[in-house]
């Protein structure tokens, strides 16, 4: 029988979407999966080296996100960047769309913008006349079911301590729960992968396989493939990590590409041997992924309990840690 869509969903009161983080990083809940006994435990964050081997390696994304969201300055057309192609290309979805047909033009801060293309999917090509200040006039494109706009603190929180290769429009989340003292105690390596748009974007799909996945640019080292090699057992911070090294599979090498791998039951890990995750969106890729990970009706059943428990959800929630 193929999976649909529909038997990865589950009821979440709102209440429990996170639309804040707490005041310490790591003072966030760990649930705690075991994949092969089926035991669900309820721990703290704090205490995820103590389900680390001594030859484990961990493995983060260090992509920064940019503050991609951009209004002009008449304030009647919204941007969101996309792609930077160039420092004055920019790829965007643009609202309303009807307002910015090829030709068109649009003011950021006193810089134009020409529309230069339009894409099948409605994306534009924007052509800037100078350089776009991000930081003065960019918003971070918050996950719309924060229910509210970007704040000052978003600028720290909403981003990784170790967050250096810019070019993300969301953060790696299960990455936003280490801090530089538990990361100086642990045996870890990065990799890059800039989250997209298409992290968002719902399965529309009835069944499963029918689903197009999206695409998006990854960067690895010689240093991490080295390590990734060497190591007994892969521990992979969040499911952008997962679907870089699961795309690559083992021996790694250095390498730069685009992923647009597509991870659901029954498909077989290759070097991911555990995961540290948050809990996703009902009917979404990233549970679909978790639950190839660890089976669907465990990772459901998970999913009901962390309801039952009153755990924070999505992006700025508590976390879950498959083993």
């Not at 639309?19 to 704090?46: D, Y």
């Not at 990361?183 to 689903?211: Q, Y």
Request: with cysteine.
């Amino acid at each position: 029988m193929p999976l649909l869509t529909k038997d990865f969903d589950y009821h979440l009161p709102e209440e429990l979407i996170a639309a804040r983080p707490l005041a310490e990083r790591s003072a966030s809940r760990m649930m705690v999966v075991h994949k092969n006994s089926g035991i669900i435990e309820h721990r703290m964050f704090r205490d995820f080296p103590e389900y680390l081997r001594p030859d484990d390696l961990l493995v983060l994304n260090d992509t920064k996100v940019i503050p991609a969201r951009v209004f002009s300055d008449d304030g009647k057309t919204e941007l969101l960047c996309l792609d930077r192609l160039t420092p004055l290309d920019w790829r965007c979805l643009v609202r309303p769309g009807k307002r910015m047909k090829l030709g068109r033009s649009v003011t950021v801060g006193g810089i134009t913008g020409t529309v230069t293309e339009v894409f099948e999917n409605g994306d534009r090509l924007i052509h800037w006349d100078a350089l776009v200040d991000l930081d003065q006039h960019g918003h971070l494109a918050l996950p719309h079911y924060m229910g509210r706009e970007d704040e000052l603190s978003d600028r720290d929180r909403y981003q990784t301590v170790f967050a250096r290769e810019e070019g993300a429009i969301a953060a790696p989340t299960a990455g936003l729960h280490f801090t530089p003292e538990l990361l100086e105690k642990i045996h870890h390596t990065f990799l890059t992968l800039h989250v997209g748009v298409g992290t968002f974007r719902p399965v529309s799909v009835d069944n499963i396989a029918d689903h197009v996945m999206h695409s998006e640019r990854y960067v690895v080292s010689a240093e991490t493939a080295e390590k990734v090699n060497a190591a007994a057992r892969v521990v992979a911070v969040g499911t952008t990590v997962t679907r870089v090294l699961e795309s690559l599979g083992r021996p790694l090498s250095e390498k730069r590409g685009e992923t647009d791998i597509f991870i659901h039951p029954p498909y077989q890990f290759g070097v991911v041997g555990a995961l540290l995750t948050n809990f996703h969106l009902p009917q979404s890729t990233l549970i679909m992924l978790v639950s190839a990970f660890a089976g669907q009706e465990l990772v459901m059943e998970a999913y009901r309990q962390a309801v039952a428990e009153r755990y924070r959800f999505f992006s700025y929630g508590d976390c879950m840690l498959l083993v």
